[in-house]
């Protein structure tokens, strides 16, 4: 079955970083695009980033064009997000996302927490 199973959350300060990472097995990888989502308290799920099959495109929720990035390694089958320069309004928790047969996958969530 498909499994997305992210990792790398945690607190960190205004201005840091943090790399989240999301490990997945139970389909062919290669040949999805897998997204990032987040979601804070009150808000809906929102995309924050998304990576094509080969990873040769990428898109980006406005707020966080410029301080985020993804990637992806399709011999490990797993997606990478780059967070630098973060801010309080990017605490939320962060979600793998994949469509897979026409049919929406998520991870089980992580938390990221920008305070001072």
């Known amino acids: 079955q498909v499994q997305l199973v992210e990792s790398g959350g945690g607190l960190v300060q205004p201005g840091g970083s943090l790399r989240l990472s999301c490990a997945a097995s139970?389909?062919?990888?290669?040949?999805?695009?897998m997204s990032w989502y987040r979601q804070s308290p009150g808000k809906e799920r929102e995309l924050v980033a998304r990576?094509?099959?080969?990873?040769?495109?990428?898109n980006y929720a406005d707020s966080v064009k410029g301080r985020f990035s993804i990637s992806r390694d399709n011999a490990k089958n797993t997606v990478a997000l780059q967070m630098n320069s973060l801010k309080f309004e990017d605490t939320a928790v962060y979600y793998c996302?994949?469509?897979?047969?026409?049919?929406?996958?998520w991870g089980q969530g992580t938390q990221v927490t920008v305070a001072s």
């Open positions: 139970g389909f062919v990888f290669s040949i999805y695009s």
């Open positions: 996302y994949v469509n897979w047969r026409q049919r929406a996958y």
């Open positions: 990576i094509s099959s080969v990873g040769e495109g990428t």
